[in-house]
């Protein structure tokens, strides 16, 4: 169904998106102490991923990628239900999100 | 009649049997305080060895050549020239015979007169050591048992050292009697002679048996280097081939004479004892050559060198100077053992060697001469320091000193037959005098308890008594006639007989050694008859002390005559000292002793009597004993009365400290000895060795060394290695700790570095 008609956009053009995504997700774990929004940064680093996974699936003609991009996103559901519900725990015994007040396993 | 014979090794067995018995069962055997059953078993194995001695008589009188009953084979080594083949074969002849009569008879009423004796003198030592009821039962079950144990041994070993048929065999008679005889003599080991103040009196039991030991292992050094010398020279040990080999070698040279065996020889017999009657009289220069070793002496030198090593070991046994010091002591054993031991048996062991020895004493004249002198001057010293003793037992002592020396003399002089008729006389009257004064001593124990009554006499001394009890000081008997009359008139028997008074044993005997010195030594035969005129004194000064008098305290005045079974043994023995002579009666030649040993003592030869020696001997005893009745007979000694002898002042002190033999063997031996062995001990042993080898250089290196390797090396090397890498770790990882800082940030921002360091990498890679 695609031909030369359709308006192709450079595959670099999501490689560099994906990379832009991935690194707000790396600065976001990096600087925030927030929990949650750490959370929502790794989320955002894994979508990145999965950006650069079809990007590249599609560039290269590879169904790989896409299958690839479905098992990432299951693990990242799992995660979300895993991470959260640690996060709640958390919350409800500190009464707070604060990761740098989570340091009593600190060597 | 030989077959007879071949039962002789049962006269060894039996007392042996006795000992076992003794030592496993002698205490159950006792249930009550006056059981005898120990002494019964003792004394009638003593009494079987008796009866077998006498069939051993008879078998001799059917065939006088006797007989070797082997028993074992106990060493048999090598092979070739050089054997060593020692049997324990019993040499049956006509001497051993006499000393197996005499052991066996006399040791077999000893052993009776022991039953008795040892039960009053086991309860007196119970008595002072304050044991009572079940406490003083147990003690004298241990110590009857244990006595008649010892006296067994005591017998089955001189009947070993008799029967012996070599030099070995002998010695280990000679030890095993030595043992017994230190055994007996510290019988009360564990009890010190204290008077009634607490302080002790007398030689300590214990170490009289030590020093009857020590004193007897010089002589039996002595023999042990003859027995060696004896085997280098001869090849052998059997008396008959020993004899054979030395007889051989005066004519053939030594190598042919040493297969040479008395079997073979015994055919020629007659020819021999035909070479011995020609040879008599003319001194034959003895210059065969004897290896041994780098040297080559000639026979009459080792002959003489053999001959007076085997001396010295009869000086110690039979107590001769120098070497008698110990028999005075001895006396701390029980009477029993002072009687058989230490007079009748043991102590005659020297008088057997050297007579069963006679044929090389015969190849050695000078050695006969120094025996004989020695034998004199010892039966001159000790009669004249008898004279000088309180102590009833002492006296003896001395005096059975005296009486070996006669026996050594003539035994010295070639009067063999002489010299074993003495003693065999001597055992008779000696033992009975000995036990006479334990019969004596019993009655004044006896007496004394009795005089202090029950109980209370150990804490309230009697006023009267000025110096502390002593059972055996004649100055505090006297008139004991009245109290113990069998005692006294056996003794006066056994003191006419020592005495040397016709026609008592000690007469024949003494006379016939007397004859013998004056033919052949005027000196010796000065000697022994001026030991003779002591004798006679010494033995009336003790009966008129003792026996004759007023009783001089309140023990001799309650003092009882002995038991039955002390006393009949004491008659058996007095009779025999009155007929003892008969066993060699010199009238008409008869001899029967002098025959009856000439079977087996090759150089025996019968002395005729001579009627001037009789007389001038039995004059002088006549006279000795009419001096001591002038001194302690006419007027008896009174309470506290001193001994008229010490009007002789410094003579009767010399005599009566013993002309102070113990203090000069103190300041030549045993000073010396001790300050060398203090020296040792102190200087060498414990500065040197001690202080200085172990202390100084052996521990004190072993520290430093110590030191280096604890300090410097295991602190420093290895404890700093092992220290040195936990340190490390500690180090590194405290600065790596600081990583860790425990938030997920860092850990991340450390992630993403490496990423991007991985990927500079890469990209670098990649574009280079």
Not at chain 2, 231 to 247: I, K, M, N, P, Q
Not at chain 2, 305 to 323: D, E, H, R, V, Y
Request: glycine share 10%; aromatic share 10%; proline share 4%.
């Amino acid at each position: 169904m695609l031909n030369e008609t359709v308006f192709l956009v450079p595959t670099s053009y999501f490689v560099i998106l994906s990379a832009v995504l991935f690194s707000i997700g790396v600065a976001g774990v990096l600087l925030r102490r927030n929990a949650i929004l750490i959370f929502m940064s790794v989320e955002l680093m894994l979508n990145a991923a999965n950006l650069a996974f079809v990007a590249f699936a599609r560039s290269l003609l590879d169904q790989g990628g896409q299958v690839f991009v479905f098992f990432v996103m299951t693990v990242a559901a799992a995660e979300v239900a895993i991470g959260l519900a640690l996060i709640v725990a958390i919350f409800r015994s500190k009464r707070s999100t604060d990761i740098d007040e989570l340091n009593s396993m600190e060597g | 009649m030989d077959g007879l014979f071949s039962i002789v090794p049962l006269i060894i067995l039996a007392p042996f049997t006795g000992v076992l018995i003794n030592v496993f069962f002698g205490r159950k055997l006792m249930p009550r305080r006056d059981s005898v059953a120990p002494g019964v078993i003792a004394s009638s194995m003593a009494g079987f060895s008796f009866l077998i001695a006498v069939l051993m008589f008879f078998a001799l009188l059917a065939n006088p050549a006797g007989a070797e009953v082997p028993v074992l084979t106990w060493i048999n080594v090598g092979d070739g020239d050089f054997t060593l083949h020692i049997p324990w074969t019993l040499k049956v002849d006509t001497l051993s015979s006499v000393m197996m009569l005499v052991v066996t008879g006399v040791g077999t009423l000893i052993h009776i007169y022991a039953i008795g004796y040892m039960h009053g003198d086991i309860d007196e030592k119970a008595a002072s050591r304050g044991l009572e009821g079940e406490e003083a039962l147990d003690f004298k079950r241990r110590r009857y048992a244990r006595f008649f144990a010892f006296f067994n041994l005591f017998l089955g070993s001189m009947l070993v050292l008799v029967t012996a048929n070599n030099y070995l065999m002998m010695f280990v008679g000679w030890e095993l009697v030595g043992l017994c005889s230190y055994l007996l003599i510290g019988f009360w080991f564990d009890s010190p002679e204290k008077n009634e103040a607490g302080q002790i009196i007398g030689v300590l039991n214990s170490s009289a048996g030590r020093k009857a030991f020590v004193v007897n292992r010089v002589g039996d050094f002595g023999m042990l280097l003859a027995i060696m010398l004896i085997f280098w020279s001869f090849g052998t040990l059997e008396f008959d081939d020993v004899f054979a080999r030395a007889e051989c070698m005066i004519e053939a040279p030594q190598a042919e004479c040493l297969t040479l065996s008395a079997a073979e020889l015994a055919p020629q017999g007659e020819g021999e004892a035909a070479a011995e009657e020609h040879g008599e009289g003319e001194a034959r220069a003895l210059t065969t050559p004897i290896a041994l070793g780098p040297f080559a002496p000639t026979l009459g030198v080792v002959v003489t060198a053999i001959t007076l090593l085997l001396l010295l070991g009869a000086t110690g046994k039979s107590a001769q100077i120098p070497l008698f010091v110990w028999l005075p002591d001895a006396m701390a054993g029980p009477t029993p053992v002072s009687a058989l031991i230490h007079a009748a048996t043991m102590v005659t062991a020297g008088i057997y060697m050297i007579t069963r020895s006679n044929v090389l004493y015969a190849m050695a004249p000078v050695s006969g001469m120094v025996v004989a002198v020695i034998g004199g001057a010892t039966a001159f010293v000790a009669a004249s320091i008898a004279v000088a003793q309180f102590d009833i037992k002492r006296v003896l002592a001395y005096s059975t000193i005296s009486q070996l020396g006669f026996m050594i003399a003539a035994v010295g002089l070639g009067g063999y037959i002489a010299g074993i008729f003495h003693l065999a006389t001597h055992a008779f009257f000696k033992a009975l005098l000995f036990l006479g004064s334990g019969s004596v001593i019993h009655g004044m124990e006896h007496g004394h308890h009795h005089a202090h009554g029950q109980g209370e006499h150990h804490d309230a001394p009697h006023g009267e008594d000025e110096r502390p009890f002593d059972p055996q000081d004649m100055r505090q008997m006297g008139g004991l006639r009245k109290h113990m009359p069998v005692t006294t008139w056996v003794y006066i028997i056994g003191a006419l007989a020592l005495a040397g008074i016709p026609p008592l044993a000690g007469f024949w005997s003494k006379d016939e050694i007397l004859l013998d010195a004056s033919l052949n030594s005027t000196l010796v035969y000065i000697l022994l008859t001026v030991a003779a005129f002591f004798t006679a004194f010494y033995m009336g000064r003790q009966v008129f002390m003792v026996f004759y008098g007023s009783e001089r305290t309140e023990a001799a005045r309650h003092a009882q005559e002995s038991p039955p079974v002390m006393t009949i043994p004491l008659i058996v023995l007095a009779g025999l000292s009155v007929v003892g002579g008969l066993i060699n009666l010199p009238v008409g030649g008869l001899h029967p002793l002098g025959r009856w040993l000439e079977e087996s003592v090759a150089n025996a030869h019968i002395a005729s009597f001579n009627i001037l020696v009789a007389t001038i001997s039995t004059v002088l005893a006549l006279v000795a004993i009419g001096l001591s009745y002038l001194l302690y007979g006419r007027k008896p000694l009174e309470e506290g009365e001193a001994d008229p002898l010490y009007s002789t002042g410094p003579v009767f002190t010399f005599l009566n400290r013993k002309w102070y033999w113990d203090e000069l063997y103190a300041a030549i031996f045993v000073r010396p000895y001790n300050r060398l062995g203090d020296f040792l001990a102190n200087a060498v042993d414990w500065q040197f060795w001690h202080d200085f080898v172990h202390d100084r250089i052996i521990a004190d290196a072993f520290q430093g060394w110590a030191a280096i390797l604890s300090r410097p090396i295991d602190l420093g090397i290895v404890d700093g290695a092992v220290n040195g890498v936990a340190q490390l770790v500690e180090s590194t990882s405290r600065s790596l700790r600081r990583v860790q800082t425990g938030y997920v940030r860092n850990y991340a921002l450390a992630v993403l570095m490496g990423v991007v360091a991985i990927l500079a990498y890469l990209a670098i890679r990649f574009l280079v």
